[in-house]
């Protein structure tokens, strides 16, 4: 897996909408979106999608957050709407996964089945 770079950050009101995209290395691994929180020095994860297209979220943003792939455009999204101010954060792509059954898995919350890393995307939601 080549490196991903993320773009589509910005400061947005609360209830506010924002798209962030990952471009990656044509692949087949699973792709996945975590956030670090303003001081904090673990990432949580927020979305997850395997090579099957099986998708997996945190319980926080379930039915705000889409996370989605172009693979005609090598790019990840994450649909972000109903923003709150606890969504800020750097949003960092991540690309991995275990292989099984023909299909790349991975689980939004489990950083080890990430092996690649972006450098993130800056999201500020105002109140």
């Known amino acids: 897996q080549g490196p991903l770079v993320e773009s589509g950050g910005a400061s947005v009101e609360s209830g506010g909408s924002l798209t962030l995209s990952c471009t990656y290395t044509?692949?087949?691994?699973?792709m996945g979106w975590f956030r670090q929180a303003p001081g904090e020095d673990r990432e949580e994860g927020v979305a997850g999608l395997d090579s099957d297209g099986t998708t997996s979220y945190a319980d926080s943003v379930k039915g705000r957050f889409t996370i989605s792939q172009d693979n005609a455009k090598s790019t990840l999204y994450l649909q972000m709407n109903s923003l709150k101010p606890e969504d800020t954060g750097r949003y960092i792509c991540?690309?991995?996964?275990?292989?099984?059954?023909?299909?790349?898995?991975?689980?939004?919350?489990?950083?080890?089945?990430?092996?690649?890393w972006g450098q993130g995307t800056q999201v500020t939601v105002l109140s």
């Open positions: 991540a690309a991995g996964g275990f292989y099984t059954g023909g299909v790349y898995h991975c689980k939004y919350n489990r950083r080890e089945h990430f092996g690649t």
């Open positions: 044509p692949s087949r691994y699973c």
